[in-house]
């Protein structure tokens, strides 16, 4: 075989060698920040299901103030229930304390997470199922949740119980 064949060939196989290091890199990359991404989603996702297993213990325990904890401390917090909208965390907290006046009423609550969904960085969408088991009659229904962060914490900014 002529010298320029061998030559082009091995030119060609160093080519195809050094193509593929570098898809190889690339897919490297791309993998690590994939996996990057996945942890910090990860990692607010458990974050907020920590807060929802706070107000569980909280409530468990008969302490409204400590289930409140995870709402926001403003007067801009929507709370939406059967009696209509309340703004503002005060409002909210006098009304749980309002309807849930005692152990009985209160009863030991579960709650049913069935979707987070992350819709930026600061903001996290959450539905689930809740439930009351106690003497004075069980009770359940559906929430929606919008979380924000607010100074490196998850609170509740919105929700939407029925």
Known sequence: ???????????????????????????????????????????????????????????????????????????????????????????????YKKNYSDADKMGKLFFTLLKIEKLSPEYYFVVGKWFLKRKAGDVGGVYTLLFRKINGQWVIVADHSS
């Open 1 to 95: 075989m002529p010298i320029d064949y061998l030559n082009k060939k091995k030119i060609m196989q160093q080519s195809y060698a050094s193509c593929f290091r570098a898809k190889m890199s690339l897919m490297s990359v791309f993998l690590l920040l994939l996996t990057t991404a996945t942890f910090a989603q990860s990692k607010d996702e458990s974050a907020i299901r920590q807060v929802m297993a706070g107000q569980t213990e909280a409530w468990n325990r008969g302490s409204i103030d400590d289930f409140m904890k995870s709402y926001w401390k403003s007067d801009s917090l929507m709370f939406i229930g059967q009696s209509g909208i309340t703004y503002g965390y005060t409002n909210t907290l006098n009304n």
